[in-house]
């Protein structure tokens, strides 16, 4: 079988997109199933440390929607292709080959408030046209298949629930998790940064070897201004927004953090909380239908009508041994669903029914 993916997100640095096509492509290539199918990945410029098995074909431009619409079709047309792989929530419309692809939420139509407004039409025309031609859908948690189902009218059969595997955090062998409190993740409205960080700072003020550490852009509309909600609170170097950090970075903060910190309202999945569990760090959670289908029993769940509720959670975990040890026991059975050799034979399978 002669696979085609859309593999534009593994140049350059990755996105989560980018990890889950990396993910699959070395479950496949250590399973053998490189060599038993013929994969042709497409990107807009060169894939580095791409195993030989796989065949590439570079064209050269932005990656944007134009490449997706006009170079990419094009070219998956002239190469015979059984299968289209597009796994980054749009699709080429023009494409005749069957096709799957993996839509990860659909926040852009349940929450159009969310975005801005010519992003957000953009998002709902392709998706919609996406789910439309797929000869299947596949997504990350029973969650966003059911929000795929409800708003984009896709029967229920041809979606499926895939979840990806989980990249474990390396720490050092010897560390001090010390009182600090993390967040990992871009910085969207729905994630509530600016609450977060207001509900700390008590905390930090009680405990001046406390810190808060938060990782990641801002990507938020309306915009939220994360500077002024950190200098709002004049503790100095108690805070740290790191807008960018290597994954050395990243996995050194998770090795110095004692509490994990997520408040969001909506995911498709939510890979960092798990994240943190790899890494030994339970997480403080908004109690939401996916958060507790993510992450189950290793959690701290606290209702998001009641966001004063998140100091005392985080303060639990910093202090209180028992609670910490009764989450981070629960995590081994947690972390067992999110497994990339289970998730490429499944998504394999999927491709091959189409």
Request: proline share 6%; hydrophobic share 45%.
């Amino acid at each position: 079988m002669r696979i085609g993916i859309d593999a534009r997100e593994i140049v350059g640095p990755q996105t989560g997109v980018g990890r889950w096509i990396s993910g699959l492509l070395a479950e496949w290539h250590a399973s053998g199933a490189a060599r038993a199918h013929e994969f042709v990945l497409y990107a807009n410029d060169d894939i580095p440390d791409v195993p030989d098995v796989f065949a590439t074909r570079i064209l050269r431009g932005s990656r944007g929607t134009w490449w997706e619409q006009s170079q990419l079709p094009r070219a998956a047309r002239s190469d015979g292709l059984d299968v289209f792989f597009a796994p980054q929530n749009t699709a080429p419309i023009l494409l005749a080959t069957p096709l799957a692809v993996l839509i990860h939420d659909v926040s852009f139509t349940a929450h159009p408030e969310w975005f801005r407004l010519r992003e957000g039409i953009r998002l709902r025309w392709l998706v919609r046209a996406a789910a439309a031609n797929a000869d299947a859908v596949i997504t990350v948690s029973e969650f966003s298949r059911q929000e795929i189902i409800a708003h984009l009218n896709v029967p229920d059969s041809r979606v499926h629930v895939i979840r990806p595997g989980v990249p474990a955090r390396t720490t050092p062998a010897h560390f001090d998790r010390g009182q600090n409190v993390l967040y990992v993740g871009s910085i969207f409205n729905r994630r509530h940064v600016p609450d977060l960080i207001g509900a700390v700072a008590p905390l930090l003020r009680l405990y001046p070897t406390a810190s808060l550490d938060i990782v990641g852009d801002n990507r938020s509309y309306p915009r939220e201004d994360v500077t002024a909600a950190i200098e709002r609170e004049h503790l100095g170097g108690q805070i740290t927004w790191h807008r960018f950090a290597t994954d050395e970075k990243v996995d050194e903060l998770y090795s110095r953090a004692r509490v994990f910190v997520f408040l969001s309202d909506y995911e498709g999945l939510g890979l960092t909380p798990l994240e943190a569990l790899t890494a030994g760090v339970p997480p403080v959670l908004f109690d939401t239908p996916v958060a507790r289908e993510a992450c189950g029993n290793a959690a701290l769940y606290v209702r998001p009508d009641r966001p004063q509720d998140v100091r005392h959670a985080v303060e639990q975990l910093l202090f209180d041994e028992s609670v910490r040890s009764r989450l981070l026991a629960a995590a081994p059975a947690v972390l067992a669903q999110y497994n990339w050799t289970r998730a490429a034979r499944e998504t394999l399978q999927v491709l091959e029914r189409c």
